[in-house]
């Protein structure tokens, strides 16, 4: 079965500083894995997707992962945090054969001025 | 973009009593709609996926008699929890999915629905 682990629930940096949100995926086939960010009171809003072409995927609002099937990892990075990405992060990986989307536990993003 | 939208945003109801909430894709069609749920400080948990036309797939330990699906057309889905109790209470969360769109697996979310039971 595809799951997928954020191994950190709570992430904090300064403003400014590279931002690293981290992600495990285990998966029997090559998944599609995404990254979601969920404002408070807002929808969640699609960062990037990662399909089985380039391994690094670049998103919106400056971020990127990086597709490494030899660590089974699609961490999130941004080289300089700025206070809106404060937020909760979710990484997802899409079921095979189905349409469904199984989210990580969420990693939340603080950021200090 | 892809937007979809969901109404009421927030809803307080007395418990035993019945709340609709509706899922609108606005600028396409959807024909695939999945309904979450997510509580405080939790991941967001797939309840049911929902296909125009046809009746909903629940996932495991989802009550269909609870929680009704309804995908009368391709931009609309509703969730209607019956005879609501406190433990009802939580966000809730719908999802669409472009018909036929290449890379199917994108979905896009609505900005939920604060559901409080009293």
């Known amino acids: 079965a595809q799951s997928v682990t954020q191994l950190d629930s709570h992430v904090s940096v300064s403003e400014g500083t590279p931002v690293l949100l981290r992600c495990n995926y285990s998966?029997?086939?090559?998944?599609?894995l995404f990254w979601y960010v969920q404002h408070p009171n807002k929808g969640l809003q699609l960062l990037l997707k990662?399909?089985?072409?380039?391994?690094l995927v670049k998103g919106i609002n400056g971020f990127e992962a990086e597709f490494k099937k030899s660590e089974t990892s699609f961490h999130l990075t941004k080289p300089s945090a700025h206070m809106s990405d404060a937020a909760e992060y979710f990484c997802?990986?899409?079921?095979?054969?189905?349409?469904?989307?199984?989210f990580g536990t969420g990693t939340r993003l603080q950021v200090f001025p | 973009g892809a937007v979809v939208s969901q109404h009421p945003s927030r809803v307080i109801c007395k418990s035993g009593t019945s709340v609709k909430i509706e899922c609108r894709s606005l600028?396409?069609?959807?024909?695939?709609m999945f309904w979450y749920r997510q509580f405080p400080k939790q991941s967001l948990m797939l309840m049911a996926t929902?296909?125009?036309?046809?009746?909903?797939?629940?996932e495991q330990g989802v009550e269909k008699d609870k929680f009704l699906i309804n995908h009368a057309s391709l931009t609309l889905s509703t969730l209607t929890v019956t005879s609501a109790h406190p433990e009802d209470s939580s966000f809730y969360i719908c999802?669409?999915?472009?018909?036929?769109?290449?890379?199917?697996?994108?979905?896009?979310f609505g900005p939920g629905t604060r559901l409080l039971v009293l």
């Open positions: 999802s669409a999915r472009f018909a036929g769109e290449w890379g199917r697996e994108t979905q896009y």
């Open positions: 998966s029997s086939y090559s998944p599609s």
């Open positions: 990662y399909t089985s072409a380039a391994t």
């Open positions: 997802v990986v899409s079921a095979l054969n189905t349409d469904k989307l199984i």
């Open positions: 600028d396409f069609q959807a024909t695939t």
């Open positions: 929902s296909n125009e036309g046809s009746k909903a797939t629940y």
